[in-house]
């Protein structure tokens, strides 16, 4: 009998929240921007210089209300890689723009700067990067594109709160907006829910109406109206209170978060670094400087079978991992847009030979080394090294 099952995700549990979500339940606020979102909010643009913040009911609404802020219309082309959630390509065909699915980089499986301007069209109105595995994209190389063909950068930031980049920069702090996931698999997480950072002074007013079903209520609360009415596109883009504290309370164990998921990285990058030297299999090679927030690991296996047999192996001894993302381009709903498999052919390729492995923050308390010991038995029973 196995003497752990290592699932791939499970959710930290701060023992304050318990505290936190009894006083938002008692309270008598607990729809959204009430006390506890306002003190996620104020949390978070102290710590990574945001200007502001709204939570949302989801990374997804964060999408699509970013989407809306910046404008985009139908005929607008989008410019994002295939490599990605379903979330990020809905967010873009919800306004009727078009995504133009870009290739990746293998270090990072992030969208490659150097595909984007080949890209561009007069229909272009947006390049949409994402961050994959917590790792930045290359902002430092996709601002400057989107500045001279005066396009704005969104960047789908689902998983990489508390990341920073390279040049020193948090993650969601470089662009005029950038959407985080909130999800109970994602390191600070509160079963559901998201945020969109706004860092254009000028889009922050929009932005409130937006969040408030298209309404200019936020006036009326600043006491500068008497009465709101509908004045824009919007939703209702609005976290409870509720599951604002108990987002709140893994907010402040973040250094806590970071650090345990840092020692499961830190075992993976050991135990695959000389099937790496051996040419059996890649990681993650994060441009020097980066400062990750230990959200995820991949590996990307040599061939597709040896995925399947590393995955088939680790099952055997209850140690859940999953493949990534099947490419946007090529999926259902790709096809139908008029794209084919064959038109990304590198996404294409490492996608059908990426694995993710099981990280979350117990694990670096408990069953780590137990999942090691038999993953590295996996591993060289496969490669035979």
Same mark, same amino acid.
């Given at each position: 009998m196995n003497k752990y099952r290592i699932p791939f995700n499970k959710p930290f549990h701060v023992p304050q929240a318990e505290e936190y979500v009894l006083d938002a339940l008692r309270s008598d606020g607990q729809c959204g921007n009430h006390k506890w979102c306002k003190k996620c909010a104020d949390l978070l643009k102290d710590k990574f210089g945001f200007k502001e913040v709204f939570l949302v009911p989801s990374g997804t609404d964060a999408l699509e209300m970013g989407c809306i802020l910046a404008g985009l219309k139908p005929g607008d082309e989008v410019i994002l890689p295939s490599y990605t959630f379903s979330s990020t390509g809905n967010a873009v065909v919800m306004q009727g723009a078009k995504p133009v699915f870009c290739e990746i980089n293998p270090d990072t499986m992030n969208i490659d700067p150097d595909q984007i301007e080949s890209l561009i069209t007069p229909r272009t109105r947006m390049i949409l990067p994402i961050d994959y595995a917590g790792i930045p994209c290359d902002l430092e190389r996709i601002n400057p594109i989107a500045e001279k063909y005066g %396009?704005? +950068?969104? +960047?789908? $930031? =689902? @998983?990489? %709160?508390?990341?920073k980049d390279a040049q020193g920069y948090w993650s969601g702090a470089r662009t005029p907006i950038a959407a985080f996931s909130c999800h109970e698999t994602k390191n600070f997480g509160c079963g559901e829910g998201g945020l969109l950072s706004v860092n254009n002074p000028?889009?922050? %007013? @929009? =932005?409130?109406f937006i969040q408030e079903k298209g309404t200019d209520r936020r006036l009326v609360l600043d006491g500068v109206k008497s009465k709101y009415g509908w004045v824009t596109k919007g939703s209702s883009f609005l976290l409870s209170d509720i599951l604002a504290a108990m987002l709140y309370a893994q907010?402040? $164990?973040?250094?806590e978060i970071t650090a345990l998921r840092g020692k499961v990285v830190d075992a993976y990058s050991t135990l695959f670094e000389p099937f790496v030297q051996k040419g059996c299999?890649? +990681?993650?090679? &994060? &441009? =020097?400087?980066t400062i990750l927030n230990n959200h995820a690991f991949f590996v990307i296996f040599d061939s597709p079978k040896n995925r399947q047999a590393f995955l088939a192996g680790l099952k055997e001894?209850?140690? /859940? =991992? *999953?493949?990534? *993302?099947? &490419? %946007?381009? /090529?999926s259902t709903m790709g096809l139908s847009l008029g794209y084919k498999a064959e038109d990304l052919p590198l996404t294409e390729n490492l996608a059908a030979r990426v694995v993710r492995l099981p990280l979350y923050a117990d694990l670096g308390r408990e069953g780590l080394s137990y999942m090691i010991d038999r993953m590295g038995y996996v591993m060289s029973k496969l490669y035979s090294c």
């Open positions: %396009l704005t +950068v969104f +960047v789908d $930031a =689902a @998983q990489s %709160l508390n990341s000028d889009w922050i %007013l @929009q =932005a409130n907010f402040e $164990a973040m250094d299999v890649k +990681v993650p090679r &994060p &441009p =020097a400087g001894w209850d140690i /859940s =991992a *999953y493949i990534g *993302y099947v &490419p %946007l381009h /090529s």
